[in-house]
């Protein structure tokens, strides 16, 4: 009985607390405000409650965890008070100004209070004898003590203090500024900052998307990202693989890469390259699904274990694919899958219903270890080629073979490379005969073929092109212009 009484007064007594002492109105949402005074007015406030809660976290009786949830608390805080300013910028300015909240530094100090340092000693038997007044302890004794806010970039002069990580990480400040961009670059209409975009590379381009929100919207349009050009620096396939999982464009029709070379050298002084993984190309497949053109360089598709050593592994449809200075596995007396063949079963990730039927540029310049074995392969994989480039190739010999593989293209090839190649008069005088429709044709450093095979160029009367040596080359016009 006596309980449920002493429970009664206590009921009554927070009555009349609530009564005398009422509670403070909530602050509202920011999205029920709508006026700059009003703004402002919480402003105060909110910096009042920043500052309460950075005193805090200074004293020592406080754990780890809760000076912890304090900084958190001063985290929410201090986003809120930022997004107040931004919505008084965009209430003053209108909301078509581009508007930066910047942190600044907190200039106000932490006041706390110890007691004031007297010169006069007193003994123990004066400090007992002494009758104190109420009260013991008077503010008027005491003297405000001013404690420095604490830089993240120094180091703390007492660790008992700032243990935390957290403390030490901290990025955020207590103040903050509006600055509206009234550069001369801000005043350029959006269709002109996109014109002078398309002189960047795609690098620049991502640097120039970090500077602010217009730029970075401008930067990211679809028009700037239908090529993306990686092949002026080397990249390794982790740096690419973040890359492609960022940066997922359906827009994007032209993609070129390069491989980073290892920096260790075989016994016969040459770098190896490197290894075209499955990763690598799951992640090109499915970030650029129309993907029309293809650049690969400087890759190894045979040694490494995890390397794609099939051409499966690539994305189908294309209309142009560039291997530039890659290795490739070719049919060898060990019997080796080749590189260009397509199995019967269809290999574990790779592409699923693979078809090259639209490919109409298929280049393997400079990558040496394509064989006349692998180039008979072609027709059946990619049969409406329209430019065929086997610059470097100089395992490409004078052989049945490979002029039967090329005449399978009379209907459509137009461009033929062979700079370097083992081929010879008969393989010249076998294409002028049946590849009529050619448009340009390289024969430079083909030591095989000699200038009697003049006579027989000039009755490709489609040719507007012709790369051959300089003997072939003067005597070819001479005889053109008779």
Same mark, same amino acid.
Not at 18 to 34: A, V
Not at 125 to 145: A, H, I, T
């Given at each position: 009985?006596?309980?449920?009484?002493?429970?009664?007064?206590?009921?009554?007594?927070?009555?009349?607390?609530?009564?005398?002492?009422?509670?403070?109105?909530?602050?509202? !949402?920011?999205?029920?405000?709508?006026?700059?005074?009003?703004?402002?007015?919480?402003?105060?406030?909110?910096?009042?409650?920043?500052?309460?809660?950075?005193?805090?976290? =200074?004293?020592?009786?406080? =754990?780890?965890?809760?000076?912890? /949830?304090?900084?958190?608390?001063?985290?929410?805080?201090?986003?809120? !008070?930022?997004?107040?300013?931004?919505?008084?910028?965009?209430?003053?300015?209108?909301? &078509?100004?581009?508007?930066?909240?910047?942190?600044?530094?907190?200039?106000?100090?932490?006041?706390?209070?110890?007691?004031? /340092?007297?010169?006069?000693?007193?003994?123990?038997?004066?400090?007992? *004898? %002494?009758?104190?007044?109420?009260? @013991? $302890?008077?503010?008027?004794?005491?003297?405000?003590?001013?404690?420095?806010?604490?830089?993240?970039?120094?180091?703390?002069?007492?660790?008992?203090?700032?243990?935390?990580?957290?403390?030490?990480?901290?990025?955020?400040?207590?103040?903050?500024?509006?600055?509206?961009?009234?550069?001369?670059?801000?005043?350029?209409?959006?269709? =002109?900052?996109?014109?002078?975009?398309?002189?960047?590379?795609?690098?620049?381009?991502?640097?120039?998307?970090?500077?602010?929100?217009?730029?970075?919207?401008?930067?990211?349009?679809?028009?700037?990202?239908?090529?993306?050009?990686?092949? +002026?620096? /080397?990249?390794?396939?982790?740096?690419?693989?973040?890359?492609?999982?960022?940066?997922?464009?359906?827009?994007?029709?032209?993609?070129?890469?390069?491989?980073?070379? *290892?920096?260790?050298?075989? %016994? &016969?002084?040459?770098?190896?390259?490197?290894?075209?993984?499955?990763?690598?190309?799951?992640?090109?497949?499915? /970030?650029?699904?129309?993907?029309?053109?293809?650049?690969?360089?400087?890759?190894?598709?045979?040694? &490494?274990?995890?390397?794609?050593? *099939?051409?499966?592994? $690539?994305?189908?449809?294309?209309?142009? $694919?560039?291997? +530039?200075?890659?290795?490739?596995?070719?049919?060898?007396?060990?019997?080796?899958?080749?590189?260009?063949?397509?199995?019967?079963?269809?290999?574990? *990730?790779? =592409?699923?219903?693979?078809?090259?039927?639209?490919?109409?540029?298929?280049?393997?310049?400079?990558?040496?270890?394509?064989?006349?074995?692998?180039?008979?392969? @072609?027709?059946?994989?990619?049969?409406?080629?329209?430019? @065929? &480039?086997?610059?470097?190739?100089?395992?490409?010999?004078?052989?049945?073979?490979?002029?039967?593989?090329?005449?399978?293209?009379?209907? +459509?090839?137009?461009?033929?490379?062979?700079?370097?190649?083992?081929?010879?008069?008969?393989?010249?005088?076998?294409?002028?005969?049946?590849?009529?429709?050619?448009?340009?044709?390289?024969?430079?450093?083909? %030591?095989?073929?000699?200038?009697?095979?003049?006579?027989?160029?000039?009755?490709?009367?489609?040719?507007?092109? $012709?790369?051959?040596?300089?003997?072939?080359?003067?005597?070819?016009?001479?005889?053109?212009?008779?």
């Amino acid at each position: 009985m006596a309980r449920n009484k002493e429970k009664q007064k206590n009921e009554l007594n927070r009555l009349y607390l609530l009564k005398s002492n009422p509670p403070k109105p909530k602050r509202p !949402h920011l999205s029920q405000i709508h006026t700059v005074d009003e703004l402002r007015r919480w402003l105060p406030i909110i910096e009042q409650e920043i500052h309460m809660t950075l005193a805090q976290t =200074t004293s020592v009786r406080y =754990t780890d965890e809760k000076v912890e /949830s304090m900084y958190k608390q001063i985290s929410e805080l201090e986003n809120e !008070h930022k997004n107040f300013r931004r919505k008084i910028g965009q209430l003053e300015f209108g909301s &078509n100004v581009n508007i930066l909240v910047k942190t600044i530094p907190v200039e106000k100090q932490i006041d706390f209070y110890s007691k004031k /340092s007297t010169n006069q000693t007193e003994s123990l038997d004066d400090f007992f *004898n %002494k009758k104190p007044d109420l009260p @013991l $302890l008077s503010m008027n004794e005491y003297e405000p003590v001013t404690v420095p806010v604490f830089d993240t970039n120094k180091s703390f002069p007492n660790k008992s203090l700032m243990s935390l990580k957290f403390r030490k990480k901290r990025k955020k400040e207590q103040r903050e500024e509006i600055i509206e961009q009234d550069g001369l670059i801000f005043q350029l209409p959006e269709e =002109t900052l996109l014109y002078l975009f398309k002189n960047f590379s795609t690098e620049e381009l991502i640097l120039v998307a970090g500077v602010c929100q217009l730029f970075r919207r401008i930067a990211y349009d679809d028009t700037l990202w239908k090529t993306i050009d990686l092949s +002026t620096k /080397s990249y390794s396939n982790q740096v690419l693989v973040k890359f492609f999982r960022r940066f997922n464009r359906p827009c994007t029709e032209i993609l070129k890469i390069s491989g980073a070379p *290892n920096v260790k050298k075989l %016994k &016969n002084n040459l770098i190896k390259l490197s290894p075209y993984t499955e990763q690598l190309s799951y992640f090109v497949r499915t /970030s650029y699904p129309n993907l029309r053109y293809l650049y690969i360089s400087k890759y190894d598709f045979r040694d &490494n274990p995890i390397a794609c050593k *099939n051409i499966t592994y $690539l994305p189908t449809n294309l209309q142009g $694919l560039y291997l +530039t200075k890659c290795e490739m596995l070719m049919t060898s007396i060990q019997g080796t899958a080749d590189f260009l063949k397509i199995p019967q079963c269809t290999l574990k *990730n790779s =592409t699923t219903n693979f078809s090259l039927q639209q490919l109409e540029i298929f280049s393997f310049e400079q990558s040496s270890c394509l064989g006349l074995v692998s180039v008979r392969y @072609l027709p059946d994989l990619c049969p409406n080629l329209v430019e @065929l &480039n086997l610059n470097g190739c100089f395992r490409i010999t004078r052989t049945r073979t490979f002029t039967d593989t090329l005449l399978s293209f009379h209907k +459509t090839i137009r461009r033929l490379y062979l700079k370097e190649t083992q081929v010879d008069d008969d393989t010249i005088h076998c294409i002028c005969r049946k590849l009529k429709l050619l448009n340009i044709l390289d024969i430079r450093l083909c %030591k095989y073929v000699t200038k009697n095979i003049v006579e027989n160029l000039l009755t490709l009367k489609q040719l507007k092109q $012709l790369l051959a040596d300089d003997l072939i080359q003067n005597d070819y016009e001479n005889k053109k212009i008779k």
